[in-house]
């Protein structure tokens, strides 16, 4: 068995560096008739990993297997300049790689993502990554490139989304907002990628859906990123799998953080919670705001199946300009998404055919396009005035680098604004 395995993820063992070598390219010939492995054929009885589980592994993923020198050459020692931004996993950085780094690798830019080894994350995030990102491809998946194993070093290797998170986009002061038609295509690319985890043979509970894990290409095409908490759904007869508490405050089902119970419908919570970010413009948990205001869900939840009053609802950054319709329509999806009851909330598939005709809806208002300088309340800050283009994108980049974040300094010092939960995280909150 281990030998298989030492076969399947080479990198971990010193050997057969590339997964185009004929050694990966046997195997993934062999993926057509082998399934998915599940994460729990990857554990041992005690569900931790040994270093052995290093060697468990991905049949034909087709990952390249880097050395840390070569990450770093790819990413300028990893230098502040190419810092891209920081989760719970640990610093990302900009690189890129071409052929001289390894024969067949097409030049392209990547994201390298770096275990923090003081983290509270680990090894076990970094496999759940690899063994569900390597074997899982979509349009709507962020595309795993490779990874490093060297020592106690930890590295994934993503292609690079030009555009970054939709976090940064909604949330960030240095971005313009966001276009209604943008917004409706956000959601429906995510609702996507569920969809598909959700739906095929083995299916997987991503768990940790929320806007920062939302990334967008140059087009706003978004994949889906953050495989570490990941789960294999629910086999046979079983109606949900037990589990720790883990996930993110505000985006997390009422019943999972009660109970533990994870299902895909916490999925669909999560997805209704980013419908209604996107409505609003405002984040799941705001604890700048009045005490009311702070949890958006609760906020939200007694306009968003009222039509009169969903205008109380919409981001000001919008300035109005959105079709009625199709945020009354999108507002009564998010309802139903949030539903305390799992059972009520819409499969994701179900979501994306409400959703998708909702882009051909011609009701928006004809008004002058007003350029809004971003800030919290978008309208009050209007400065410039000029011409609309007809559901056109615009976005504008007032200053600093787009994905320079923070400075990985700044990011120690002032953490996450949402944090992932750790099992004690219901106590914290007292639920
Ligand atoms: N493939 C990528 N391309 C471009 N930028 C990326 C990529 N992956 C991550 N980033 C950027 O790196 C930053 C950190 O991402 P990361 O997923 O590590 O943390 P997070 O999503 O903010 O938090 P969490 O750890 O809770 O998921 C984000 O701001 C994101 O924009
Ligand atoms: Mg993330």
Not at 292 to 317: F, S, Y
Not at 408 to 417: F, L
């Amino acid at each position: 068995m281990t030998k298989i395995w030492r076969s399947l993820l080479p990198g971990c063992y010193g050997s057969g560096r590339t997964a185009g070598s004929k050694q990966a390219k046997k195997f993934m010939a062999k993926q057509i008739s082998i399934p998915r492995l599940s994460f729990s054929d990857l554990s041992n009885s005690t569900g931790m990993l040994s270093p052995e589980d290093l060697s468990i592994s991905l049949v034909g993923s087709n990952l390249h297997v880097f050395t840390l020198a070569e990450l770093k050459a790819a990413t300028q020692s990893f230098s502040s300049s190419n810092f891209l931004g920081e989760g719970g996993f640990g610093p990302v950085y900009k690189g890129f790689v071409d052929d001289k780094v390894k024969p067949g690798l097409k030049a392209q830019a990547v994201a390298v993502k770096v275990l923090d080894l003081e983290g509270s994350q680990g090894h076990k995030e970094w496999l759940t990554e690899v063994v569900f990102l390597g074997q899982l491809r979509h349009s709507h998946l962020v595309k795993l490139i490779g990874y490093c194993c060297e020592d106690e070093h930890r590295l994934l290797v993503y292609e690079f989304m030009t555009r970054g998170s939709l976090e940064n986009h909604l949330f960030k002061r240095y971005f313009a907002s966001l276009p209604w038609s943008t917004r409706l295509k956000i959601a429906i690319g995510a609702a996507k990628g569920l969809a598909f985890l959700h739906d095929i043979e083995k299916p997987v509970i991503y768990r940790d859906f929320k806007a920062s894990n939302i990334l967008l290409d140059s087009d706003y095409e978004v994949k889906l990123s953050d495989f570490g908490l990941a789960k294999d759904g629910p086999e046979g007869d079983d109606t949900h799998v037990s589990t720790r508490i883990m996930g993110t405050q505000g985006y997390a089902a009422p019943e999972y953080i009660l109970t533990g119970h994870l299902t895909v419908k916490s999925d669909v919570y999560g997805f209704g919670v980013v419908l209604l970010e996107l409505l609003t413009g405002r984040r799941s948990v705001d604890k700048k705001r009045p005490i009311r205001e702070q949890n958006l869900v609760e906020w939200a939840r007694p306009c968003l199946n009222d039509p009169r009053k969903l205008n109380r609802l919409m981001d000001p950054g919008l300035c109005g300009q959105y079709s009625e319709q199709g945020a009354q329509k999108a507002a009564a999806v998010a309802y139903k998404c949030l539903s305390h009851h799992p059972k009520s909330r819409p499969q994701m598939s179900a979501i994306v055919e409400i959703l998708e005709p909702l882009l051909d809806l011609k009701d928006m208002p004809i008004a002058p396009f007003v350029y809004v300088v971003p800030a919290e309340d978008g309208c009050k800050d209007e400065s410039t005035k000029s011409e609309a283009k007809k559901n056109g994108h615009h976005h504008h980049h007032l200053h600093g680098h787009r994905h320079k974040v923070r400075s990985p300094k700044a990011a120690k010092e002032g953490g996450n604004p949402q944090h992932r939960t750790s099992p004690e995280y219901h106590k914290q909150n007292g639920a």
